[in-house]
């Protein structure tokens, strides 16, 4: 059981560049989220998808995309970076239809945008 | 909306002192309520959580927290510290709705001194 998986660990690009931060979960969890963690200010939700086929905006949206792609896989993606967006992405995961309100958290990617 | 603050961004502590670091919490519904803490370089580890029930909750590692309605306030301590709790810890407030997103606190950087 891996959990919440992310690739890549680590990730340098230029301004302007695009990528696509993938997650995935072998918990059967229908809820998946994006947070993104920057000193002092904890973290903050970028976007989240309460089931499969479904996706909202979080408290800090601009300049990302997101595609739930199965009920296991929810990518983040930066279609033109920018530096503000230099931080490090957390995906997580929970079972929301139940009792177990805790989210599960990978491990974290690390995005350095020069 | 929902808010989380915790006092005091960094709190220094002696090993075997008590360890307190403080989060008041604002929402419009009972609240469900969380501790994670976060090691270097490493993804957010739950260490307790209040939804429902006794107000005062027991976690991993020897911490625990009350729930204090009236003062809308989830503290967590832990009696003795040890150097191994050195790590930024953070609290949080989740929503009710389809979606179990989390509102964060800016974070406590705990330091254990020898």
């Known amino acids: 059981n891996a959990g919440v998986t992310q690739t890549p660990k680590f990730q340098v690009l230029k301004t302007g560049q695009s990528m696509t931060l993938q997650c995935a979960q072998d918990?059967?969890?229908?809820?998946m989220y994006w947070y993104r963690q920057d000193p002092g200010m904890g973290l903050r939700l970028i976007y989240y998808s309460a089931s499969e086929g479904t996706t909202d905006k979080g408290e800090v949206p601009n300049g990302y995309n997101v595609s739930r792609l199965n009920k296991r896989e929810f990518s983040l993606r930066l279609e033109s970076a920018a530096p503000s967006q230099t931080s490090v992405y957390f995906c997580a995961s929970n079972d929301a239809r139940g009792w177990d309100y805790e989210q599960y958290f990978g491990p974290g990617t690390r995005l350095t945008v020069t | 909306a929902q808010s989380v603050t915790q006092l005091g961004s960094h709190v220094s502590v002696s090993e075997g002192a008590l360890v307190l670091l403080r989060c008041n919490y604002s929402s419009s519904v009972p609240p469900y309520l969380f501790w994670y803490v976060q090691y270097p370089n490493q993804g957010l580890q739950l260490l307790l959580k209040y939804t429902t029930g006794a107000t005062l909750v027991k976690g991993i590692n020897g911490f625990e927290a009350e729930f204090k309605k009236s003062e809308t306030s989830f503290h967590l301590t832990k009696p003795s510290a040890h150097m191994s709790d050195a790590a930024e810890y953070f609290c949080a407030v989740s929503g009710t709705g389809s979606a179990r997103q989390l509102t964060f606190g800016s974070g406590t950087q705990l330091t254990v001194l020898p």
């Open positions: 918990m059967n969890h229908n809820s």
